[in-house]
Structure formats: structure tokens, C-alpha cells
């Protein structure tokens, strides 16, 4: 019995290379004959000449440098002003930490898993005055 059902499972041994063969009949279809057909056009004999003497390659090539460098200058000042400290409020600034404070409260985790709400005021007040002494 035990053999019938392993032999039921067991997949017909001409699928595994069928399956694996359509992956390839795609990347040979849509990517390596294109690749092919381009590299047969390009390196024949003055093709890189031509392309290189083509008029406007001047131009392209300018604005791909001017563009690149703009990009780069535009992404690396967003990124420093990102990371710069910023002046705050006092209270927007120990918002996070007071928030911190709340959320790691011993006290209030374990009145909230016993399912207990905990008292609100006393945690913010604690976390306020604990947020204040450590300002």
C-alpha cells in the first residue's frame, strides 16, 4: 500500500526538464536573440566609429553628465538637511521620549495583559515628571 501511494506522488520523470525548459525558451526568446541580433550590428567593422561620429552625441552626452551631477548634488543636500538637527518646541521635542516612556512602563504592560486598563493620568504624569528629570 505504502508503495502504490509513493508512486502516485512521485512526479513522471520527463516533467522536471519540460518545466525547466520553458524558463529558458523565454530568456532565449526575449532576451538573448535581441542580445544576439544587437551584438551582431555593433560590432561590425566602423559601427563604433559611426556612432561616435553621429551628430548630437555632443549634446546627449552633456545632458546626461549635467543631469546625473544635478541629481546627485539635489539627493545629497536633501539627505544632509534630513539628518540636521532641527529646533523644536521643548514639549514637541520630548514628545517622542515621553511616548517611549509610556510605552515601557512595567506597570501598564502588565495591567494591560491581565486585561485591566491602566490609569492614564498617573502614567502620563510619571512619564512627564520622569521625561522632565531626565531633560
Do not use: E, H, Y
Amino acid at each position: 500500500m505504502d508503495r502504490d501511494r509513493a508512486a502516485l506522488n512521485r512526479l513522471p520523470r520527463w516533467l522536471v526538464p519540460a518545466l525547466a525548459a520553458l524558463p529558458v525558451v523565454g530568456l532565449s526568446l526575449f532576451f538573448l536573440w535581441p542580445l544576439g541580433t544587437l551584438l551582431v550590428r555593433v560590432l561590425q567593422p566602423g559601427s563604433v566609429g559611426d556612432a561616435l561620429r553621429a551628430p548630437g552625441l555632443g549634446q546627449v552626452l552633456w545632458f546626461t553628465l549635467w543631469q546625473a551631477v544635478a541629481s546627485t548634488a539635489l539627493c545629497s543636500t536633501a539627505l544632509v538637511i534630513r539628518w540636521l538637527p532641527r529646533p523644536a518646541s521643548r514639549a514637541a521635542s520630548s514628545a517622542p521620549r515621553r511616548a517611549r516612556l509610556l510605552l515601557s512602563d512595567p506597570q501598564a504592560v502588565k495591567m494591560t495583559a491581565d486585561g485591566a486598563t491602566p490609569n492614564r493620568s498617573a502614567n502620563v504624569s510619571r512619564a512627564a515628571s520622569t521625561a522632565r528629570a531626565a531633560a
